[in-house]
């Protein structure tokens, strides 16, 4: 009987966390309500996520773009098309490789300061504390965080972009 209910947690486990996450993303969109400290919470966690990760993408967009330049005039100047290399770069930066790369970036640096901050705030029973003062910590902490990090990563990958 054991080794049926693991054979069957292997098969639904995954089920039951994409569930889990499915819900908890419906609990965070019904927590957005854009009230005035909302909304300054997330302009705040917008400007946090943003320029800190500025640098690091301003970074790697110039060297991505140095290299695969590098690459692509070596590539093409056997066929004779080394006057495409910008229109190359330009073209597989903006539509492939940027918006993925600065999302890998993103996930890094953004993505595990996010984590780690939450994190903390469950390990000192911060969110139970907001729970306890009928605060509901998803509407206060996550979603300015969620929201912030939707608004900043499309501006990151123009930037990447751009570099």
Known sequence: MAGETLKHSAILGPFVQ????????????????????????????????????LVIIMICGFFVGMVLSLQAINALEQFGASDQVSLLVGKSLFRELGPVLTALLFAGRAGTALASEIGLMRATDQLSGMEMMAVDPVSRVVVPRFIGGVIAMPLLAAIFSAM
Request: glycine content about 12%; proline content about 3%.
């Open 18 to 53: 994409a569930g889990q996450c499915l819900m908890f993303l419906f609990r965070m969109l019904a927590g957005l309500r854009p009230r005035g400290e909302q909304i300054l919470a997330i302009l705040q966690q917008t400007y946090l996520i943003g320029a800190r990760s």
